[in-house]
């Protein structure tokens, strides 16, 4: 299934910023991009995911699959991220073993959210 | 559009318990289902949100709409979730105008997460 993984590039993670210098967020971003998205992860930038004291933050949700934001990141976690999301992609139900996420999805977890129940209405 | 309040019952937020007694999370939930959900809210418990460190945390989610992580709530605030939660399932879009957010809503986000992409894959 291809997931998405939304990355925040507002996020000035605290930091005071000079004219014209990038945010946090937005150097995240760019090294997630620049590192080059794994099969079946979307990457999708995002103003804000409301998490401003806990920047940065990226979130990876899925259709009928918890959602997951992570936060205190930083551009050199890039790698890392893209593993973790590449291994939500490949398990089958989206839910990877422990031991298997990386350490910061393991450690700087923000919120998950159960999958979104897919109500009549929204199939209409 | 009937939406979802994901209520963690497992939060202990921070507390030791004795044996027996309730989570604060559990009191959350009871306190939350004890004012009665208003039309459009489904109450749902939910163990665990990862947000352990911000607990306690509900979350707000429908098909097509930004999903919402709220923390470092209690029982005492049972009112104030159940009347953002109405606005939230009133909203057209979800998007409810920051100032007939609840205080807590303002103050005391965890996290948002982006609509997920009904992918056509979804949909087989």
């Known amino acids: 299934m291809t997931v ?13 910023l000079g ?18 998205a794994p099969t079946g992860v979307d ?18 949700s899925a259709p009928g699959r918890w959602s997951y934001v992570y936060g205190r990141l930083s551009e050199v ?17 989206g839910i990877v073993p422990w031991r298997r996420r ?5 450690k700087q977890s923000l919120a998950r959210i159960p999958p979104i129940a897919a109500l009549p209405e929204a199939a209409e």
Chains 1, 2 share one sequence.
């Open 4 to 16: 998405t993984l939304h990355v925040c590039i507002t996020c000035r993670a605290g930091q005071t």
């Open 19 to 36: 004219d014209g210098e990038a945010t946090p967020g937005a150097r995240l971003h760019a090294a997630i991009v620049k590192a080059g």
């Open 77 to 93: 976690d890039a790698p890392a991220i893209l593993a973790g999301a590449a291994a939500y992609a490949a398990a089958a139900d």
């Open 102 to 106: 990386p350490e910061i999805f393991r």
């Open 43 to 60: 990457v999708v930038s995002v103003e804000c995911l409301s998490a401003c004291n806990q920047g940065c933050s990226v979130a990876l």
